[in-house]
């Protein structure tokens, strides 16, 4: 009789705790992360943006939310993008796949003779993978998805996390676009030219760091944003119980950097956050790649990819074994040209297989958007540049380039045909061309070769490159707050 009273008090008792549950409706929806073993996951993306920020010790910037993310997780030191432009980038990320294996390598593929095909090989959407694990899938802020595949269904469920069903597990996209140019100048913390510092293949002029330092202020207006998703996540009590990741889809939006395989252009920070599951404040400088977060992300939430993604899982120890990260550039809006490349934590090779065109070729995009392209321009035409910035605007490329970025992290000086280093750029070589047989790497075509904007170098003459510099400058020293139209673009399309 002893044994049943005891049972009988412990179903009261849990009978109890239920009403109790269910008459505090409020108070149950604002700890629904704790009623799923599955934890949400958020994944904030910077547009064009690399390791500019304070966290990543970048002169100049504050950028404190960022900083309180990766104080409370882990921050990569070598980190990297697939591919130096957004469409690709993205088109790798959304499937865990290289770019070139699924045939999404041409940015902005529908047009230049491309058109955007399905997935092969039975390879879906990540959204859909997580979507049949149970996930709400919804796409935040910025709604651009910018993907060179064509996808059957819906890519995302809704346009906020508050939409899912009571209890189930969310993943949220959410891109910032205020990195991408035009670049909006911070009227609250304005950061004054003396405070940054340029790459030395940079003029060293008041007009290239005026464009850098607005760049960075225009970091610090998204930083403030990251910080109200991670404010969110704490008021509604989901922070516990939520991955937060937050990485930049290519390198910064300068000469360079976005569209070349330089680090400029692929390096981008990745950190992530998950408490009692990832140790705060760590920092780690294993060789990662933006696909990898697809990997972790898959893994974490149980979800299944019918085809083995390329990725790792960021939260496995195999992760520390990898020697290299891989990168492609295809075609650029319509500027066609093609570069691969293979680093380890030392050395990098780009193997330029367009070596006939000019880095500098034509590309609509980068002569309306980039100021410091028409001073280096202006430069090199009057023969002002050193040799170390001039290289950048020759009228072809070498077909290798081989860095030692433990003495040139500025990849400046090109030992390819070094004797020294035979043996390096053999093995490096070997190795690329090894990944490139894997992802069935299509190289070039002499279709693609002889197509796409004129590849006539110098693009403009010195008048008309004075002439779009000095339409430039009054935007680019434009003071915090004063409203003034963009000289190449009048209006954002």
């Known amino acids: 009789m002893a044994t049943y009273t005891r049972h009988s008090a412990f179903l009261f008792f849990l009978f109890a705790l239920i009403i109790q549950s269910c008459s505090n409706p409020s108070e149950q929806a604002s700890e629904d992360s704790t009623l799923t073993e599955k934890p949400n996951i958020v994944w904030i993306m910077l547009e064009d943006w690399g390791y500019q920020l304070s966290c990543y010790d970048e002169p100049g910037i504050s950028t404190p939310n960022v900083d309180r993310l990766a104080n409370g997780g882990i921050r990569y030191t070598n980190a990297f993008a697939t591919a130096p432009v957004c469409s690709p980038s993205r088109s790798a990320m959304m499937t865990g796949f290289h770019q070139n294996y699924i045939g999404a390598n041409q940015h902005r593929t529908n047009g230049s003779g491309f058109t955007r095909q399905p997935l092969p090989h039975g390879i879906h959407p990540m959204t859909h993978l997580l979507q049949e694990a149970g996930y709400f899938t919804c796409f935040m802020?910025?709604?651009?998805?910018?993907?060179?595949?064509?996808?059957e269904g819906?890519?995302?469920?809704?346009?906020?996390?508050?939409?899912?069903?009571?209890?189930?597990?969310?993943?949220?996209?959410l891109t910032f676009p205020g990195t991408h140019r035009r670049w909006q100048r911070d009227s609250i913390n304005p950061i004054t030219i003396e405070d940054v510092q340029l790459p030395p293949y940079y003029p060293q002029t008041d007009l290239a760091k005026r464009d850098w330092a607005n760049g960075l202020e225009a970091m610090q207006n998204v930083d403030r944003q990251v910080g109200e998703v991670l404010d969110r996540l704490e008021a509604e009590g989901l922070a516990e119980n939520t991955l937060v990741f937050l990485i930049g889809d290519n390198g910064r939006c300068m000469p360079r950097g976005k569209?070349?395989?330089y680090d400029g252009g692929i390096q981008?920070?990745?950190?992530?956050?998950?408490?009692?599951?990832?140790?705060?404040?760590?920092?780690?400088?294993?060789?990662?790649?933006?696909?990898?977060i697809t990997k972790t992300i898959l893994d974490v939430a149980g979800a299944k990819s019918a085809h083995p993604l390329h990725g790792k899982n960021l939260l496995e120890s195999e992760i520390e074994k990898r020697e290299f990260i891989f990168a492609a550039r295809?075609?650029?809006?319509?500027?066609?040209?093609?570069?691969?490349?293979?680093?380890?934590?030392?050395?990098?090779?780009?193997?330029?297989?367009?070596?006939?065109?000019?880095?500098?070729?034509?590309n609509n995009y980068k002569e309306r958007s980039y100021p410091v392209l028409a001073l280096l321009n202006v430069m090199h035409l009057k023969g002002e540049l050193p040799p170390e910035q001039d290289r950048f605007m020759a009228d072809s490329k070498p077909e290798y380039e081989l860095y030692d970025l433990q003495d040139d992290p500025y990849e400046l000086n090109?030992?390819?045909?070094?004797?020294?280093?035979?043996?390096?750029?053999?093995?490096?070589?070997?190795?690329?061309?090894?990944?490139?047989?894997?992802?069935?790497?299509?190289?070039?075509?002499?279709?693609?070769?002889?197509?796409?904007?004129?590849?006539?170098?110098?693009?403009?003459?010195?008048?008309?490159?004075?002439?779009?510099?000095?339409?430039?400058?009054?935007?680019?020293?434009?003071?915090?707050?004063?409203?003034?139209?963009?000289?190449?673009?009048?209006?954002?399309?």
């Not at 802020?141 to 996808?151: G, P, Y």
């Not at 819906?154 to 996209?173: C, I, K, M, T, V």
């Not at 894997?438 to 904007?453: C, H, L, M, N, P």
């Open 268 to 292: 981008v920070p990745i950190i992530a956050r998950w408490p009692r599951q990832i140790e705060a404040g760590k920092v780690s400088d294993a060789m990662v790649m933006t696909i990898d």
């Open 154 to 173: 819906d890519l995302y469920q809704g346009e906020d996390w508050s939409e899912r069903e009571e209890g189930q597990p969310f993943f949220a996209q």
């Open 330 to 362: 295809d075609k650029m809006d319509s500027t066609h040209d093609a570069m691969r490349a293979i680093r380890s934590e030392r050395y990098k090779l780009i193997h330029n297989l367009m070596p006939e065109r000019a880095y500098c070729q034509y």
């Open 414 to 493: 090109n030992l390819a045909d070094a004797a020294a280093h035979q043996s390096v750029k053999d093995s490096l070589l070997a190795e690329l061309n090894q990944w490139r047989e894997k992802i069935d790497d299509q190289g070039v075509s002499e279709e693609f070769r002889q197509g796409g904007w004129s590849d006539a170098y110098p693009t403009k003459s010195l008048a008309e490159w004075e002439e779009t510099l000095e339409a430039f400058r009054p935007w680019v020293f434009r003071e915090p707050g004063e409203t003034m139209e963009h000289p190449f673009y009048p209006s954002r399309d």
């Open 141 to 151: 802020a910025n709604r651009k998805t910018d993907l060179n595949f064509t996808h």
């Open 259 to 261: 569209q070349f395989l």
